[in-house]
């Protein structure tokens, strides 16, 4: 397990706490394969009828660690980096258990796909979910993850969100059924255990039938991996994917040209 990831079990209820407040829990390698870590822990303990996904410090997670970006210079970098989170992704999908991402501040890029690839969605009114990618680094996201946003959210909104770059708050996106409940901060972690516990007392079967019917009729509806490649390596590509990154890192805006 990653330093900046705990992982708890409490009677039927496994939880993964994201915890690197000083950079808004922005996901390190490590801390992604300490979910998948734990989407394997929960799958093969049967006590386990719940796993939360929550950050710490005011925020759930502010996407991938950008220093993580610099390495990424060839058209295979670009498609394998897609490729490894999508499958950091799609483990959470498949875990058995109802999953709930417990969501105070911001939710943005991977942490946004982690919360949208849970169940149920509870956040407080300071939460706030997006995919900026327009305005900060000038990249694009894999076929899957286009699709759970569209699943969700529908084609106009997707294209609203992304080419804005905006981030939408909490009562926005209770609107467009993201959310399944909203709570203040002093209450949300007894609202989710509430949730939580409900849940794990009822079948774990029907449940897990559930999850997995849906998971199946969706991906009926999804474009397979390699549909996109040639959008992924002409935006990671670009003079303004590499620009942007350097920008980021010396904390000044980017400057987009279209090369």
Known sequence: MSSFATFTVEDAVATLAFNRPEAKNALTWDMYDALCHACERVDLDRTIHVFVIKGEGGAFAAGTDIAQFTTITTREAAIAYERKLDSII?????????????????????GCAIALACDLRVCTPAARFGVPIAKTLGNCLSAMNYARLLETVGPAYLKDLLFTGRMIDAAEAQSLGLVSRMAEPDKIDAVVAELANTIATNAPLTIRATKEAVRRILRTQRIEHEAIDDLIATCYGSEDFQNAVTAFLEKRPPTFTGR
């Open 90 to 110: 799609d483990r959470l999908e498949r875990v058995d258990v109802a999953t709930i991402a417990q969501v105070n501040g911001v939710a943005a890029g991977g």
